[in-house]
């Protein structure tokens, strides 16, 4: 993260050295060029002043002060010191609506538990103000729509990083019928038998390489083994053989380059100066040699997923001419799609961008996940040895690798407490994508008008103190049954890591499977803490960046136990 950190000061230093070694010298000139100079200065303090303005029909919303956010974002803090700014903010709003800057602008977060429901579920309980919307619902000849759409403006110009990487025509960013036909081809592979074998596989390999590649494990200090190192390799080889039966190598070859390219893609998302000012890479892209290096990698990692789906097709025909019929994996569904009805194919572009999407959606989130996991057991011996005592009793104890299955996982209760818990206290996702109101409408008591972008906020929701007793502490028993979550959700919707609704996350059930097999596995072969000297002592500090989040340098201690 401290690469993340230096190219945005970097970015900074290198816009204002353009600005003195170019715009100020032209303006003392007053050449023609000083006019060009003086209307690109004057374009980007009115871009600037246009973001940092609350648009009139949005000021009734209580709203975050805009400068001591950005100073906190771009001095490196993370969402966890902006939170007391943000429940300040929160005090004001009964109904848990605030005004926060977003991306290019301003955006209502949604915190309380009513408004939050209203967001991810597809026919609210607001009365939208305008009628037209009311009768659109009624009129069952008209496809239904969802009340808050996804945002599709940055995702379908494609001078912007993000839209380049992911488009405008996949699973996770259209609405409507468009997105049901692409949600229905991929809904079999995530809605039957987890590859509990394959993870079992791959987390065995996982735990060697581990080994090896830290001098062994009696008190060995190694970064925290989910996180961005091993345990993306493993997540990522995953989501590979899983749902594309194409093998990343990632496990194998710490070095590969399709890594490096990915991470780099990565970064370059979590850049919080593209990230608030959009117009800089729509309008200055020639002055950051370094974002354009990010828009080439996409390139190549797009002609890297061309390369895995013409390898699927030549599998397939090979297939065919043997009369063989394996489980379809999800890329099988997805070019299987309009064999019996044309109107349901993919194109090509359709199919890379699904696959660019399960690609980053399906490893990352898990890895982790799975770290925090690890962390929080970490700090807390004794739930941790309460969860080893569930895995022994259910696939019983030795030196031995075991591989669970399906039917142990699911006898793993506790450790699926433990995961939801997890899930409360660091979401991997801290906020839904953005929403966007088509009509007037109100949302939990608040007037919500039309084309205002709306944003879950799923971390401070599962922090929220008047819905969570002491949110900060770690206890998997809230998520017993009869626990304090089924007292929450009387509420509202409380407890979101994966969203809710029609839009909920597809891989969830895919990723809770991963998570227990992992979990399972490592507490039957090792115990772990955190290390004496850990920064993360009192609490898990994060690295900043927009987006995913990611611990800053966590590091544990394993002991193998046999
Ligand atoms: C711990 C792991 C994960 C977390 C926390 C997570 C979180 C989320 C969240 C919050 C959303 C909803 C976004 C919104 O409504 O704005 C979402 C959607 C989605 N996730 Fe996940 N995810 C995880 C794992 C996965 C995996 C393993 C896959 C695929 C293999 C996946 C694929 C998707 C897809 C395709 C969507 C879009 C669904 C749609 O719009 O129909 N996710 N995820």
Redesign the pocket.
């Known amino acids: 993260m401290q690469s993340l950190l230096a190219a945005v000061s970097k970015d900074v230093d290198r816009l204002s050295a353009f600005y003195s070694e170019h715009i100020l010298p032209y303006l003392a000139r007053k050449s023609k060029a000083t006019y060009i100079a003086a209307a690109i200065a004057s374009f980007v303090t009115y871009q600037v002043y246009k973001m940092s303005h609350i648009p009139r029909n949005l000021r009734h919303i209580p709203a975050v002060p805009y400068w001591s956010y950005m100073r906190s974002v771009f001095s490196g803090t993370t969402q966890d010191a902006r939170r007391d700014m943000i429940y300040s903010v929160l005090s004001k709003s009964p109904n848990g609506l605030y005004l926060k800057p977003s991306r290019g602008g301003w955006s209502v977060g949604v915190v309380g538990p009513q408004a939050l429901r209203t967001v991810?579920l597809r026919k609210g309980i607001y009365t939208p103000i305008n009628c037209i919307a009311l009768s659109l619902h009624s009129n069952p000849n008209l496809i239904p729509q969802d009340d808050y759409p996804?945002s599709r403006a940055l995702v379908t110009d494609k001078t912007f990083l993000v839209a380049k990487l992911i488009g405008g025509q996949?699973?996770?960013s259209?609405n409507g019928s468009p997105?049901k036909k692409?949600?229905m081809i991929?809904n079999p592979a995530?809605h039957r038998h987890m590859p509990v074998k394959l993870f079992g596989n791959l987390c065995e390999m996982m735990m060697d390489k581990f080994e090896s590649e830290s001098d062994g494990l009696s008190h060995v200090n190694v970064p925290a083994l989910m996180q961005s190192n091993v345990g993306s390799r493993f997540?990522l080889d995953v989501?590979g053989q899983?749902?594309f039966g194409y093998d990343f190598e990632s496990l194998e070859n710490p070095d590969n380059e399709k890594v490096h390219i990915y991470n780099s893609i990565m970064e370059g998302l979590k850049n919080p100066l593209f990230f608030f000012f959009p117009f800089l890479e729509r309008h200055f892209l020639w002055a950051f040699p370094n974002r354009r290096q990010q828009h080439e990698n996409c390139d190549t990692l797009h002609q890297l997923f061309k390369s895995v789906i013409d390898n699927k097709r030549r599998v397939l025909v090979e297939q065919k001419e043997h009369n063989e019929d394996p489980e379809k994996d999800?890329l099988t569904l997805m070019l299987e799609a309009g064999e019996d009805d044309p109107s349901q194919a993919l194109s090509v572009e359709e199919l890379q961008e699904?696959l660019t999407?399960?690609f980053i959606?399906?490893?990352d989130?898990?890895s982790?996940?799975l770290s925090f996991a690890l962390y929080l057991l970490a700090m807390n011996p004794d739930i941790q040895e309460k969860a080893r005592r569930e895995v022994l009793e259910v696939i019983g104890d030795g030196a031995d690798m075991v591989h669970p299955t399906e039917t142990q996982i699911s006898q793993l209760k506790y450790i699926y407490m433990i995961m939801k818990e997890t899930?409360r206290i660091h979401?991997?996702?801290q906020?839904?994508?953005?929403?966007v109101t088509e009509e007037d409408t109100e949302l939990a008591g608040t007037v919500i008008p039309k084309g205002a972008r709306l944003?879950?906020d799923?971390f401070l929701a599962q922090h929220n103190p008047a819905v969570w007793k002491n949110p900060e502490e770690f206890r998997p028993e809230r998520f017993a049954p009869g626990g304090e979550n089924e007292e929450n959700a009387k509420k509202g919707l409380a407890w979101?890591?994966?969203?809710?609704?029609?839009?909920?996350?597809?891989?969830?059930n895919?990723?809770?499977a991963?998570?227990r097999v992992v979990l399972a596995m490592l507490l039957r072969k090792f115990t772990w803490s955190l290390p004496e000297n850990s920064i993360h002592k009192d609490h898990l500090i994060f690295a900043p960046g927009m987006g995913l989040v990611n611990a800053k340098d966590l590091y544990l201690s394993f002991e193998k136990r046999f």
């Open positions: 991810f996804k996949n699973i996770i259209l997105w692409h949600r991929a995530f997540t989501i899983a749902g999800l699904n999407i399960f959606a399906g490893h989130t898990t982790n996940a899930l979401p991997p996702l906020s839904s994508q953005l929403r944003q879950a799923i979101a890591p994966f969203g809710n609704g029609a839009r909920q996350c597809i891989g969830m895919f990723s809770l991963e998570q």
